[in-house]
């Protein structure tokens, strides 16, 4: 059974830090891309990042560019986000997510935020106050 688990969500000030993780069971995470989202109030959900391990690839949205960054370690088969220079707009809901097969979203292109991916988190709450 394909399980994704996220964690390390909470309250930080503005120009903080905050590092995600994404703790996957039921499958290799070297063979799929995982891909962050966020939610936040009375917005639509937008694509963060991505990453793929056996393409060596990751992709960011533009507006978490230079201050967000995707990685993973599939000794855990986990995959983080590390978020720094946190603004309030970053307060959202973040979930990650995996499609069912490895002939699922380039994640070096765009079109990845637009994929239908079936496996989700139960998503992690990240605060930021100014």
């Known amino acids: 059974e394909v399980q994704l688990v996220e964690s390390g969500g909470g309250l930080v000030q503005a120009g903080g830090s905050l590092n995600l993780s994404c703790a996957a069971s039921g499958f290799t995470i070297d063979d799929y891309v995982i891909a962050w989202f966020r939610r936040a109030p009375g917005k639509e959900r937008e694509g963060v990042s991505c990453i793929s391990r056996s393409f060596g690839t990751t992709n960011y949205a533009n507006s978490v560019k230079g201050r967000f960054t995707i990685f993973s370690d599939n000794t855990k088969n986990t995959v983080y986000l590390q978020m720094n220079s946190l603004k309030p707009e970053d307060t959202a809901v973040y979930y990650c997510?995996?499609?069912?097969?490895?002939?699922?979203?380039?994640?070096?292109?765009?079109?990845?935020?637009?994929?239908?991916?079936?496996?989700w988190g139960q998503g992690t709450q990240v605060t930021v106050s100014s």
């Open positions: 997510a995996a499609p069912s097969s490895r002939l699922g979203p380039i994640c070096g292109a765009s079109g990845w935020e637009g994929y239908i991916y079936p496996n």
